[in-house]
């Protein structure tokens, strides 16, 4: 796979405009807005309850904000369905959900966009292509297992590999990582992030959504923290030298933000 | 797929049902090589087991979808009813319509509880425990007695009646769902809906659709069982297929379909069929009697299940990966 990676970012292809989300009182999102471009990986940061898998769920189209734009390539759009969001190129990958364990490595990738050929005057499903297909992907992201063994023989991270590897063949615009290393051993981490960088290297832009800062730093281009609904920062990670210089500009934003 | 023995071995795994099929049978034969070693016993074997085989199917589906339908026998005593009534007081039904009706009477009572269950999200066993009431009070509301065959047009009970045609019916059907559930999109979906719903809903298969159709094809499928029903007793009895659940549920599990759903070959539900109705027919043959039968079926589905157990977990070391 060729290397294609933009040194200088563009408009960008998703922005969101003061998006809002009410939960009976709770106020989940408050003005929420964000840009993302091209091939870059933006890091989500924060607590419990900052509001980052609302976000995530409003992206991901399993949520629908109570105010607030969305625009895709400049053109206002209304992400009501999953569907919705695949269409536009937006795959989520998480760890509990997106993968029917009994089903192997192949099915999974293909679940819901199997591909068919014509049998007689039928369309049967084929199994070839999906074989030989994910064969490619399998190796492309040098999973360690095959096509046809089961996804529930998989380790966490390589779960996620083979979300990450469906996202790729089906030339996903965003992926989004939610919370793709927690319950992970520290090899998995580095699987995950060795993922997201073959993402970004394919031109697809990430959106990983962690606790921690410091386990994405080396791959992320940008992060953004929410903070109780708000967003709170927003920096590009070449401004700065290392990560304990982001997290003491970090902590300042906060506190100035508090006072 | 490559051969290997692993491969092999996983395969003779996945027939356990038919193993057990050949086994029991073979027992018998050696125990009464005469009345076992016998094209006609084999025969009605197969013929005896085709009306449960159906409503094997009809569990077996909504099992698969990681639901389940305890009104199948009561759709089977209500579509049987139904069209048997209509029949037997308008004699001169174009015939075609005749054999529609049952299958199209069975689909409706399917969608009623996969209306239930997919669109609406009740409870399986709470919505199909209701249906089971409400289907079998319709059956008496319809007509409080049984209807006899001669009552009925000859060409509609010879369907179920004839072996020949019964058991050939039977196992295109089965062939055709077998292959249908492997090699077409909604086939996959029904098992992935079955697997993990909401991964599957998160790749855009509309789960309560799924489950909606599951529950129109088992209902499809036992008001096949009531066309054949009507056909093997010559007649609609008023408990036609009472209890007839029981049954159902053992061969698809004994068939290897997983309770929790995502699992099971509809194929092999019919050789769990047939473990149970070997299991029968040889103690028959020995004049067991009918309470000692009941006890050994239930052991039976016992042993199964664990056995089935042993099966699964020994498949699952064949095919866990060996490198990681």
């Known amino acids: ?6 040194a200088v970012f563009m408009e960008p292809f998703l922005t969101l405009r003061n998006i809002h989300k009410w939960f009976e009182r709770v106020h989940a999102l408050n003005g929420v807005d964000m840009d993302i471009y091209r091939g870059e990986v933006v890091g989500l940061v924060g ?16 949520l629908y904000p109570d105010k607030g734009e969305i625009f895709w390539e400049g053109e206002k759009v209304k992400i009501s369905s999953v569907q919705d969001a695949r269409r536009l190129g937006i795959e989520t990958v998480h760890q509990e959900k997106g993968l029917v364990d009994c089903f192997s490595v192949a099915k999974n990738i293909f679940l819901g966009r199997e591909p068919e050929k014509k049998f007689g005057f039928l ?26 063994q089961e996804v529930r023989f998989a380790s966490g991270g390589e779960k996620q590999g083979v979300v990450v590897g469906r996202a790729m063949y089906f030339k996903a615009r965003l992926v989004i990582l939610d919370e793709p290393t927690r319950a992970l051993s520290v090899m998995g981490v580095e699987r995950v992030l060795g993922f997201t960088e073959a993402l970004k290297s394919t031109g697809i832009s990430c959106l990983f959504v962690t606790h921690s800062l410091r386990q994405i730093f080396r791959v992320m281009d940008r992060v953004v923290i929410l903070d109780r609904g708000e967003k709170k920062v927003d920096v590009k990670k070449k401004e700065f030298r290392s990560v304990d210089e982001l997290e003491s500009k970090i902590l300042e934003i906060i506190k100035g933000v508090q006072k | ?37 016998n094209l006609d016993t084999f025969r009605f074997l197969l ?8 409503l094997v199917l009809a569990e077996s589906i909504p099992l698969i979808t990681g639901n389940f339908d305890l009104s199948i026998g009561q759709i089977t005593g209500l579509v049987a009813m139904l069209s048997g009534y209509i029949l037997m007081r308008n004699l001169h039904l174009n015939p075609i319509f005749a054999f529609i009706m049952p299958f199209a009477f069975g689909a409706l009572c399917g969608m009623l509880n996969g209306f239930l269950v997919g669109t609406v999200g009740l409870n399986p066993f709470l919505a199909t425990l209701a249906t089971f009431l409400f289907f079998d009070g319709l059956t008496i509301m319809i007509h409080p007695q049984s209807i ?22 039977f196992i295109a059907t089965l062939i055709i769902l077998g292959l249908g559930f492997r090699y077409t999109r909604v086939g996959i979906h029904i098992y992935a809906t079955g697997g993990d719903r909401e991964s599957a809903m998160m790749l855009g298969i509309k789960a309560s659709s799924v489950i909606f159709l599951a529950y129109t094809i088992g209902g499809f499928f036992s008001g096949a069982s009531a066309l054949i029903y009507t056909g093997f007793c010559n007649g609609i009895p008023l408990n036609l297929a009472d209890g007839a659940i029981f049954p159902a549920f053992a061969g698809a599990v004994i068939g290897g379909v997983s309770l929790t759903g995502g699992r099971g070959s509809v194929i092999n539900t019919f050789g769990g069929c047939l473990v149970v109705g070997t299991l029968e027919a040889g103690l028959t043959m020995f004049a067991v009697s009918p309470e000692l039968r009941k006890v050994s079926t239930g052991l039976l589905v016992i042993f199964a299940i664990l056995l089935d157990r042993v099966r699964i977990a020994y498949r699952d070391r064949l095919l866990r990966p060996k490198s990681t």
């Open chain 2, 1 to 37: 797929m490559r051969l290997t023995t692993e491969n092999i071995f996983v395969f003779v795994l996945d027939q356990m049902a038919w193993l057990l099929v050949v086994l029991f049978y073979v027992s018998f034969a050696i125990l009464n090589p005469n009345a076992m070693l």
């Open chain 2, 148 to 169: 006899w065959g001669l009552d009925l047009p000859k060409y509609y009970t010879s369907f179920g009646g004839i072996d020949y045609v019964a058991t050939p019916f």
């Open chain 1, 47 to 62: 607590d419990n309850g900052a509001g980052k898998s609302t976000l995530v769920k409003i992206l991901s189209g399993r």
């Open chain 1, 1 to 6: 796979m060729r290397i294609v990676r933009k």
């Open chain 2, 47 to 54: 013929y005896s087991s085709v009306p449960i085989g159906f």
């Open chain 1, 123 to 148: 369309k049967i499903v084929d199994y070839m292509k999906m074989k030989e297909e994910s064969q490619r992907v399998v190796d492309w992201l040098n999973l360690r297992i095959g096509p046809d």
